[in-house]
């Protein structure tokens, strides 16, 4: 066995990430260490991952019995995660994964050393075009210590979540606010310059706005397709 040490927190994210660069085997594994996760699920994940030859497979937690506070941020996020790139995976905030070690080792860098870690790795291995499955896992009560998710928790991984989809698809975040600015201008405008009362500033705004907006999203697409180029 060995064992990694960071002379300082560096966060969730940044240990997994040591712990991945560090693995030497085909596949590998990452689960929380709060005694949550039986170690026996990862034989059927790992059967999940030879028959359906899958390259990440998410350990399901199923119902969980957490604080409103808690199912309210995780369903926002789901939500936000539907609207900006089709999920398959139900349980993606998982920390109960098995990977394909030299996809997990290229993706690394692109992710958070914030809790965040869990839910941007399945959105990279997803968006690229990965094969990612679902496999019901057994959960077990918190053997120690306390849940540090928070409502900054929340904030940043909606943060991160955004970050990734504008590295891979700008235009998804993009292209939506440059119509809905540049329309919002039109509507307002056109009555005012019906009634000939010239053009309005509100109006000249929100088209201005729009076509900056557009012009934002291609540069954007240049600058992801040289950082994701990094990757490959």
Known sequence: MTILHHKVNRGYGSAIKTGIAHTDTEFVVTVDADGQHQLADIDALYEVCIQEDA?????????????????????????????LLPIPIHDVNSG???????????????????MAFSDVITLIFI???????????????????????????????????????????PMRIFLPISLVSFLAGV?????????????SIGSMLGITTGIICFFLGLISEQLSLIRKSKTD
Not at 194 to 199: A, D, H, I, P, S
Request: charged residues 20%.
């Open 55 to 83: 390259d990440m497979v998410v350990g399901n937690r199923g119902t969980q019995r957490s604080s409103l506070y808690r199912e309210i941020g995780k369903w926002l996020i789901r939500k936000l995660l539907l609207l």
């Open 187 to 199: 509507l307002w405008g056109l009555p005012i310059i019906l009634q000939g009362r010239g053009v």
């Open 127 to 169: 968006h690229d075009g990965h094969v990612v499955k679902e496999h019901p896992i057994t959960v077990r009560k918190r053997l120690a210590g306390e849940s540090t998710i928070t409502a900054r928790t929340a904030f940043d991984t909606v943060l991160e979540i955004i970050n990734i989809i504008v590295l891979f698809n």
């Open 96 to 114: 109960m994964k098995l990977y394909r070690t030299q996809l997990a080792q290229r993706y690394a860098s692109l992710c958070p050393n914030s």
